[in-house]
Antibody, heavy 122, light 107 residues
């Protein structure tokens, strides 16, 4: 069965960096686009970034452009989110999610991990 | 970016009753609209995409309608496991965006 397991969250100070990982299993990782979606405590969902299955296309929400980088290693079935210049408003549970389409990215998320909490606080 | 607005913010429904949730887009998203269910402490679950296509394993009591800017999620007969927060999300253009959610709780 499809499994997505995030790791790398923690408590950091403003301006620090953190790298999140998402280990995928149960499907052919290299054929699916992947996303990061976040949820601030007690708030709604916010899409963060997408990467196509081959890594050649990436998009970001405006608030993280220039600070966050999405990447993947298809040989390791792992998705990453490098987060630099963290701010208090980046505090959230970060979910990785699989796109429903093969060899494309629609923005529909059919499988989600359980999330990893990132807290940015001085 | 396209703003998604859900109404009502919360809805109290008795088990067995029908629940109707609304979602409005600030501009047309055609039929590129999905619905997700989220229970406390859990990740969201995809219910509906393409405005009306149920995701794998989703019961028939969940149905979606609409196109353009107006969408509806209907739960025909609420079961105990359906009490949750529901989010709509467009995926017509990047960035895809979510509504603020509708909480469905027990009356």
């Amino acid at each position: 069965q499809v499994q997505l397991v995030e790791s790398g969250g923690g408590v950091v100070q403003p301006g620090w960096s953190l790298r999140l990982s998402c280990a995928a299993s149960g499907f052919t990782f290299s054929t699916y686009g992947m996303h990061w979606v976040r949820q601030a405590p007690g708030k709604g969902l916010e899409w963060v970034a997408v990467i196509w299955n081959d890594g050649n296309n990436k998009y970001y929400t405006d608030s993280v452009k220039g600070r966050f980088t999405i990447s993947r290693d298809n040989s390791k079935n792992t998705l990453y989110l490098q987060m630099n210049g963290l701010r208090a408003e980046d505090t959230a549970v970060y979910y990785c999610a699989r796109d429903i389409l093969i060899h494309d990215s629609s923005g529909v998320f059919d499988y989600w991990g359980q999330g990893t909490l990132v807290t940015v606080s001085s | 970016e396209i703003v998604m607005t859900q109404s009502p913010a919360s809805l109290s429904v008795s088990p067995g009753e029908r629940a109707t949730l609304s979602c409005r887009a600030s501009q047309s998203v055609r039929r590129n609209l999905a619905w997700y269910q989220q229970k406390p402490g859990q990740a969201p679950r995809l219910l509906i995409y393409g405005a009306s296509t149920r995701a794998t394993g989703i019961p028939a009591r969940f149905s979606g309608t609409g196109s353009g800017t107006e969408f509806t999620l209907t739960i025909s007969s609420l079961q105990s496991e359906d009490f949750a927060v529901y989010y709509c999300q467009h995926y017509d253009i990047w960035p895809c965006t979510f509504g603020q959610g509708t909480k469905v709780d027990i009356k």
